[in-house]
């Protein structure tokens, strides 16, 4: 969700956690949560993926984002946007072509 929100400022890269993450990146992430969920793939512990373990991790997820410092006000107000918009892509039942074409629809 981070590189949707870079890409949504036009910005084709984000740096996370050190590295530089592009589209490819972005795009595995979602193809494996969409994978996972539908073919109900289970985490190395034996716990099953689903879309209710998603919203849970993605809350966090949120939560940490919004707690790091340097995060820009422009980028804090948009994430969540950018959150409901990955999760919708990973919930519905046909996998979309490419991540940025249900993000079109969002530019300004």
């Given at each position: ?57 993605l809350t966090d997820e949120l939560d940490r984002i919004h ?41 300004s």
């Amino acid at each position: 969700m981070q590189y949707i929100e870079s890409w949504l400022r036009g910005n084709g890269c984000v740096p996370l956690y050190n590295l530089m993450e592009d589209a490819a990146t972005a795009e595995i992430c979602r193809a494996q949560l969409w994978q996972w969920i539908r073919h109900g793939a289970r985490t190395d512990d034996g716990r099953l993926v689903t879309e209710g373990r998603f919203d849970r991790l993605l809350t966090d997820e949120l939560d940490r984002i919004h707690s790091r410092s340097g995060l820009g006000a422009a980028c804090r107000r948009s994430i969540p946007h950018c959150a409901r918009l990955f999760a919708a892509m990973i919930k519905q039942d046909t996998f979309d072509e490419f991540l940025t074409l249900p993000a079109y629809e969002h530019l300004s």
